[in-house]
């Protein structure tokens, strides 16, 4: 973490809000019509994958809105593709603004939903439908927003390019791969989910934050193997008893709560904007006193601050045995670890292994290679500033936070390349209604058009220096 990031991450920038550029009611409506049809579009990994297509639409769009074919990159990479489209700056020699979105979602069965999550809906102000939250709508408001302001007849002196990843939900493949290819970009602004707090009780923006940085994702493999046998003789050592067991201590483990210098001043900040009064004192304690046992139990128990407070582990899949009516000589389970900033997997591997306390447990990381341990982002003023003038001309004047993420995106990968990248997407919603990579996936629609302006002047910002 850069030391920087300490006094400087929540200072309101004292710049005068420039007057932002107007939306129009045609922009807002091709938001709502395009995300319609790339939600209605099943991009999950496997058969019948339909990444591809999103793209192919993403791009039909661009090239209607004044982009030349060659400005244009769809690559096909295994079942899926990633998107890159670039708008020409007039100064080729400086790194390009980059708008970071993934293309991809997480499954959905129909048969659980309320509504078809593959058939996008408008109802009662929110769009419905896999990818409404995460990361489709996101994706489209920013491509939208940019077509805007070149329709505008704004002329970047930096190039502004659209990188919309086809597998970021599962191997991150494309994800990396983009990065490499962009990796002499002046910084990313990435769009994956909402980055400004609604009030529960008015609607109206509490709070907007950037992130700067996230925690470390590691998916490990936990596995006790026996000789097996007939099991009309079963034995004190069950390859499946002893693993169940395993990970259900590791299931009742917490990890130890610790504070950085990001979610100190994210606690602190945040708190004056948490209707709930117990709440809001949990958060202003833990910030004080990360030990506080009575504030981290009010912290665990709400799912929008338990991953805030430390690393968190939790079983994911099991599998196991070979008959009906053998012992088993193998079960293997799974563990999805998302590790707070300053610890290695190496030493959450380590503490795995002496809380699930069973000897005959073997531990090792699987699909290491589809994610990277990264540094914070640096604490950038002229990006902090910029951000701060879009979000006040766009929303009033509402408090700027900094955050670390809880899930890993994109981002790892530019970081990891020394890139910086901030989580800087124009859309608002309320805890309450944060849905994604569950039932009934929701956005609410009715800021659309304050997210094109901030778009527009943050992007404007950017590009002119």
């Given at each position: 973490?850069?030391?920087?990031?300490?006094?400087?991450?929540?200072?309101?920038?004292a710049?005068?809000?420039?007057?932002?550029a107007?939306?129009?009611?045609?922009?807002?409506?091709?938001?709502?019509d395009?995300?319609?049809?790339?939600i209605?579009?099943?991009?999950?990994?496997g058969?019948?994958?339909?990444?591809?297509?999103?793209?192919?639409?993403?791009?039909?769009?661009?090239?209607?809105?004044?982009?030349?074919?060659?400005?244009?990159?769809?690559?096909?990479v295994?079942?899926?593709a990633?998107?890159?489209?670039?708008w020409?700056?007039?100064?080729?020699?400086l790194?390009p603004i980059v708008?970071?979105?993934?293309?991809d979602v997480?499954?959905?069965k129909?048969?659980?939903w309320?509504r078809?999550?593959?058939?996008?809906v408008v109802?009662?102000?929110y769009?419905f439908?896999?990818?409404?939250?995460?990361?489709k709508?996101?994706?489209?408001?920013?491509m939208?927003s940019?077509?805007?302001?070149?329709?505008q007849?704004?002329?970047p002196?930096?190039?502004?390019?659209?990188?919309?990843?086809?597998?970021?939900?599962?191997?991150?493949?494309?994800?990396?791969?983009?990065?490499?290819q962009l990796?002499?970009?002046?910084?990313?602004l990435?769009?994956?989910g909402a980055?400004?707090?609604?009030d529960?009780?008015t609607g109206?923006?509490?709070?907007?934050?950037w992130?700067g940085?996230?925690k470390?994702?590691?998916?490990?493999?936990?596995?006790?193997?026996?000789?097996?046998?007939?099991?009309?003789t079963?034995?004190?050592e069950?390859?499946?008893?002893?693993?169940?067991a395993a990970?259900?201590?590791?299931?009742?483990?917490?990890?130890?709560?610790?504070?950085?210098?990001?979610?100190?001043d994210y606690f602190t900040k945040?708190?004056?904007?948490?209707?709930?009064?117990?709440?809001?004192?949990?958060?202003?304690?833990?910030?004080?006193d990360?030990t506080?046992?009575a504030?981290?139990?009010?912290l665990?128990?709400?799912?929008?601050y338990?991953?805030?407070?430390?690393?968190t582990?939790v079983?994911?899949?099991?599998?196991?045995?070979h008959g009906?009516?053998?012992?088993p000589?193998?079960?293997?389970?799974?563990?999805?670890?998302?590790?707070f900033?300053g610890?290695?997997?190496?030493?959450?591997?380590?503490?795995?292994?002496?809380v699930?306390d069973?000897?005959?447990?073997?531990i090792?990381?699987?699909?290491a290679?589809?994610?990277?341990?990264a540094?914070?982002?640096?604490?950038d003023?002229?990006?902090?500033d910029?951000?701060?003038?879009?979000?006040?001309?766009?929303?009033?004047?509402v408090?700027i936070?900094?955050?670390?993420?809880?899930?890993?995106?994109d981002?790892?990968?530019?970081?990891?390349?020394?890139?910086?990248?901030?989580?800087a997407?124009?859309?608002?919603t309320k805890?309450?209604?944060d849905?994604?990579h569950?039932l009934?996936?929701?956005?609410?629609i009715?800021?659309i058009?304050?997210s094109?302006d901030?778009?527009?002047?943050l992007?404007?910002?950017l590009?002119?220096?």
């Amino acid at each position: 973490m850069r030391a920087t990031l300490i006094a400087a991450s929540l200072i309101a920038v004292a710049a005068a809000t420039p007057a932002a550029a107007k939306s129009t009611p045609a922009a807002v409506q091709q938001v709502i019509d395009l995300s319609k049809q790339a939600i209605g579009m099943r991009s999950v990994r496997g058969e019948g994958n339909e990444t591809g297509k999103v793209a192919e639409l993403f791009s039909e769009t661009l090239l209607k809105a004044g982009w030349s074919a060659d400005e244009i990159e769809i690559v096909p990479v295994d079942d899926t593709a990633y998107l890159i489209a670039t708008w020409q700056g007039s100064d080729p020699t400086l790194g390009p603004i980059v708008i970071s979105a993934h293309m991809d979602v997480v499954e959905a069965k129909p048969e659980d939903w309320e509504r078809d999550p593959f058939t996008a809906v408008v109802e009662n102000g929110y769009l419905f439908g896999r990818g409404a939250s995460d990361t489709k709508f996101d994706a489209v408001q920013a491509m939208v927003s940019v077509i805007e302001l070149r329709k505008q007849g704004f002329k970047p002196r930096r190039s502004i390019v659209l990188a919309f990843s086809g597998d970021e939900e599962t191997t991150m493949i494309t994800s990396k791969m983009i990065a490499e290819q962009l990796k002499n970009a002046r910084l990313v602004l990435n769009v994956d989910g909402a980055s400004g707090l609604l009030d529960e009780e008015t609607g109206k923006p509490a709070y907007w934050s950037w992130q700067g940085a996230e925690k470390t994702y590691g998916d490990f493999k936990l596995e006790v193997t026996n000789p097996g046998g007939h099991s009309s003789t079963p034995r004190d050592e069950n390859a499946i008893a002893q693993l169940g067991a395993a990970l259900a201590r590791i299931n009742a483990y917490r990890f130890q709560p610790e504070v950085n210098d990001i979610t100190r001043d994210y606690f602190t900040k945040a708190a004056d904007f948490e209707g709930d009064p117990l709440l809001a004192a949990a958060m202003r304690a833990f910030a004080k006193d990360p030990t506080d046992k009575a504030a981290i139990a009010v912290l665990r128990g709400n799912p929008a601050y338990i991953g805030k407070i430390g690393t968190t582990c939790v079983p994911t899949m099991i599998e196991g045995g070979h008959g009906l009516n053998a012992l088993p000589q193998r079960a293997t389970g799974y563990v999805n670890c998302r590790i707070f900033a300053g610890h290695s997997k190496a030493s959450i591997i380590a503490e795995l292994k002496s809380v699930a306390d069973e000897p005959a447990l073997t531990i090792e990381e699987v699909n290491a290679e589809y994610v990277v341990e990264a540094d914070a982002s640096p604490y950038d003023k002229t990006f902090v500033d910029a951000a701060t003038k879009a979000v006040h001309a766009a929303f009033g004047n509402v408090p700027i936070i900094a955050s670390q993420a809880s899930g890993a995106s994109d981002s790892m990968w530019y970081r990891a390349l020394g890139v910086p990248s901030y989580g800087a997407s124009g859309t608002f919603t309320k805890d309450s209604d944060d849905y994604s990579h569950g039932l009934n996936e929701r956005m609410p629609i009715g800021n659309i058009g304050k997210s094109i302006d901030y778009y527009h002047v943050l992007l404007t910002e950017l590009t002119s220096k």
